[in-house]
Nanobody, 124 residues
């Protein structure tokens, strides 16, 4: 069993920043990839960013240039630095991980494990 625990969510004003963290109870290099997804009320879960075992990153167009995914291998933690936040970034943010080497990292169903999420609220 794998446990992912998100932290760092909160309430900020538009233009502000938050740093989300995802702690994992095993070596993050065991996974083919890890990702951050988000889900706003009434909307589908969508990819925010992913990072694969080789370090390749991918971002949703809506966050490109504002969000950065990174990993701290010593602490088995994946971070999501989110800058210049907008009201439309308001959502529950989930950390996910997959062992699947052929996973489509933009498909939430291809991930094996999920955290419980952390709320991000951006006000105008």
């Amino acid at each position: 069993q794998v446990h992912l625990v998100e932290s760092g969510g909160g309430s900020v004003q538009s233009g502000g920043s938050l740093r989300l963290s995802c702690g994992v109870d095993r070596n993050i290099f065991d996974f083919n990839a890890m990702g951050w997804y988000r889900q706003a009320p009434g909307k589908q879960r969508e990819l925010v960013a992913s990072i694969n075992v080789g370090g390749r990153t991918d971002y949703a167009d809506s966050v490109q240039g504002r969000f950065t995914i990174s990993r701290d291998t010593a602490k088995n933690t994946v971070h999501l630095e989110s800058d210049n936040l907008r009201v439309e970034d308001t959502a529950i943010y989930y950390c996910a991980a997959t062992f699947n080497s052929v996973a489509d990292l933009r498909k939430w169903s291809d991930y094996d494990y999920w955290g419980r999420g952390t709320q991000v609220t951006v006000s105008s």
